[in-house]
């Protein structure tokens, strides 16, 4: 079995020391691909330096809602420059509205901005979405369905949202939340979607998985990808080799654009 890991942030300065290990237990887990999201102007260039150095490393650019109102007067023109630098993704983008005091009229701005790119530049779009659902649905309904792929990663949205989602040209990522014995509306969601619209991600280094051997760490990495994926199929009754396939291919499908232009490069 083969994996992509969906969404990650190799670029973190938890881990940024061990990469080459990650990468060596990466693919020693049949963890073929691992998908870098940029969340701020200020880790763009070092996600940029990984996807050069390692081919497994599939660059996504973005500013993640957290960071919008720390956006600079230039940040428009310096994540055009490295989404037309090389072949990558777009995001971590989106909308997250847990925090009563953010400037959500700000977030909405740069988020559809992201999405104005995804359209116009045909790249997929790595989308955060945390208590933001309704507003994200009435984007979605001005904006029309997305012309390349994209997913919603470590969904958290009820089953009932999902064929909208999938309607408008969105993968739903499910990442080791899934493995929670308590999470049912994720199990939910999971049951809900398509065979042809799930992948999986790790969310590395944060969302370390419920699994049954004892922790040696607080940081999580894509080698626990295949673990995930044994417990996710398992808790929605499918086979593992049939589920991790579905991941693996729909994957293939989302990040097609990214992978093609690295292999050309």
């Not at 237990?25 to 073929?32: E, G, H, L, P, S």
């Not at 994209?150 to 499910?174: C, K, Q, R, T, W």
Request: proline content about 5%; some cysteine; aromatic content about 8%.
């Amino acid at each position: 079995m083969l994996f992509i890991d969906s969404h990650c942030h190799l670029h973190d300065s938890r881990i940024i020391s061990d990469i080459p290990g990650i990468e060596d237990r990466a693919k020693i887990a049949n963890v073929q691909y691992m998908v870098s999201c940029a969340t701020m102007e200020e880790n763009f260039e070092l996600t940029a330096q990984l996807s050069n150095k390692f081919d497994s490393i599939l660059p996504c650019f973005g500013i993640h809602p957290w960071f919008a109102d720390r956006i600079s007067g230039q940040w428009k023109e310096k994540l055009e420059h490295y989404l037309l630098a090389g072949p990558s993704g777009i995001g971590e983008t989106g909308l997250d509205f847990t925090n009563k005091t953010c400037d959500r009229d700000m977030q909405i701005k740069v988020f559809e901005h992201h999405l104005m790119l995804a359209r116009q530049l045909e790249r997929p779009i790595n989308i955060h979405i945390r208590n933001a659902w309704d507003t994200f649905i009435h984007i979605l309904k001005k904006t029309g369905k997305l012309k390349v792929p994209g997913l919603i990663h470590s969904y958290s949205g009820s089953a009932d949202m999902v064929p909208i989602f999938e309607n408008n040209g969105l993968y739903i990522s499910f990442s080791g939340s899934v493995t929670n014995p308590k999470a049912k509306k994720v199990v939910n969601a999971l049951k809900r979607v398509s065979k042809e619209k799930f992948v999986l991600e790790t969310d590395t280094p944060d969302i370390y998985p419920y699994l049954p051997e004892p922790r040696d760490t607080r940081l999580n990495e894509p080698k626990n990808l295949p673990a995930i994926a044994q417990i996710a199929s398992t808790r929605i009754g499918m086979d593992v080799e049939e589920f991790s396939r579905h991941a693996y291919d729909n994957s293939l499908t989302v990040f097609d654009s990214i992978l093609q232009g690295k292999k050309d490069r």
